[in-house]
């Protein structure tokens, strides 16, 4: 499993909003297990042009430049997604 520095942004974010400081960073710690991926100028980069390509937000980009590295699947429930290669879309119920 990898987690980009992104990901644990936007967990933190959420989390942080929704339940207590001891939840949130027993969440953030189990997120911290995986390899994480820091963002770099070369994919700083690869996520400009799948932004503009994709029209992707700068975070979104930046996971899904990653994720394509890596040749990894990107499991999401964020519809920006929806449709593009190596992604496994699932709505929100």
């Not at 820091?38 to 994709?54: G, T, W």
């Amino acid at each position: 499993m990898l987690v980009t520095s992104i990901n644990l942004y936007e967990v933190h974010r959420v989390l942080s909003r929704k339940l207590t400081v001891e939840l949130r960073d027993m969440c953030l710690e189990v997120m911290r297990r995986a390899s994480v991926i820091e963002l770099n100028e070369e994919r700083a980069i690869a996520a400009s042009e799948l932004s503009l390509k994709h029209g992707l937000a700068m975070a979104d980009a930046a996971m899904y430049a990653m994720a394509l590295e890596y040749k990894a699947v990107l499991w999401t429930q964020d519809a920006d997604y929806q449709g593009l290669a190596g992604v496994k879309y699932f709505p929100k119920a």
